[in-house]
């Protein structure tokens, strides 16, 4: 038996007993940045693909949608930073060791352009658009005749935002559940699941919800299988991140992440959308709202299990 | 040069001085602590053996929280001393996250601080003030670089060990058994 005692009377704050550095802004930023980059991908892949007639919601209106969403979670981010008024020191450093530092600037360069990208649909949205200005006008026409490129631009920075969302977390050496590289990739599946959510959310179309759950279907299954491999590579490594995945084998956050994540998040919506797809009568918006709701809950758990796991005593 | 720090657990007694002669000499805020003492019980009894220890940043050679800085606020001064520029420093707190010694701690102003080996001492020459005040004289601060330094000679004899070296930072603070 060993037992380890501070005898010195260290309480450092949000350190002792355990590490809680991050309460619900960096999650809420975390998916908000994986819903964003869901909703720029699809949009921008369509684009490419000429379809915007044929999946309005996920090609033009939703866009709408994402300048909105990622200011909010800019804002969260802000909120987050203890030292708040040296926060553009983040732009006058380039680190390509630090995943925070390249998430800066990829936020630096997806903002403006998710905001180009939205205002770029308005005049095929409201067909008399006219902007007041006549500078502006022949601007927004100039990138609606460039909007491929802005496409690929999109596309691309969408990727890289929602797979560092991430990334971001398995840089932290010291919290044995983040030590995994399957948490990218599972961050950016479940982005684009959240992005693909959110179309089925607002779709009126038949034949766009066709797809979309179709989509959706193929990312829950990719999520599934991120999750159990996530916990296979814990399995079979040291110590550390045994107890780490036994926090969700059997611990406090069994219940938590099987039933609501697992189940509600995941496995209910795979279902609700396999009978939606065989033309039963499922209200498509359960479960875009379930896999919504679900893809917020893994963020919330993931950081939150991190926080409590580690190497020391 | 390479600062380190080794920690003779044999002699300390766990009296605390190391604690409060930190935060006289570097105004640490009431309530926080850049060095603390831990107490570790091993076995069962009537068979137990205790360990005390002064902890602190490590310094580590592989710093995680200055790979993971985005600022690099976070950085490595001359002689491996890990130091935290104020002025650079957003308060992320990813460098807290990213230690595996939870030597870190946002202090009341915003910003990430920790243990800086007392580096304005050592600048003038001066042992960091736990060192200096020690009463048992179990904190011996020196240049591993140097293999005629206190510390070099005393860790090429006597036993040591390396808090979680299995976490991959190559610490510089050695516990001798």
Redesign the interface.
Known sequence: MIEELITSGRNLPDIDPRLQVWGWEIPFYLYIGGLVAGILFFSALFTLRNREKDYPTAVKWLPMAAPVLLVLGLGALFLDLSHKLYFWQLYTHLRWESPMSWGAWTLLAITPLSILWAFSWLQDIFLTWQWPYQWLNIFFQWIRKNRNSLAWALIILALILGMYTGILLSAFNARPFWNSAILGPLFLTSGLSTGVAATLLFSRSHKERKLFASIDLILIGIEIFLIIHLFMGFLAGTRVHILAARLFLGGPYTAVFWVFIMGFGLIIPGILEILELRHKPIPGYIPAFLVLLGGYLLRVIIVDAGQASRWLY | MRYAMAIDTKKCV?C?DC?VACQTENNVPI???RD?????????YPELSMELRSERCNHCSDA?CV???????SHVEEGGIVLVDH????????C???????AR??HP???ADKCTFCIHRVKKGEDPACVAVCPTHCLIFGDTDDPNSTISRILKKRKWKQ??P????DPNIYYLL
């Not at chain 2, 790979?67 to 606020?73: D, G, K, N």
């Not at chain 2, 002025?87 to 992320?92: A, H, K, L, S």
């Open positions: 766990g605390s604690v309530g926080y602590c603390w003492i831990v107490e570790t019980t091993t076995g069962t995680p790979r993971c800085c985005p600022t690099e606020a002025n650079d420093c957003i308060g992320c707190k990813a807290i996250a990213s230690c595996p010694y939870d701690f946002i102003e915003g910003y808090l979680i299995e976490a991959g930072t």
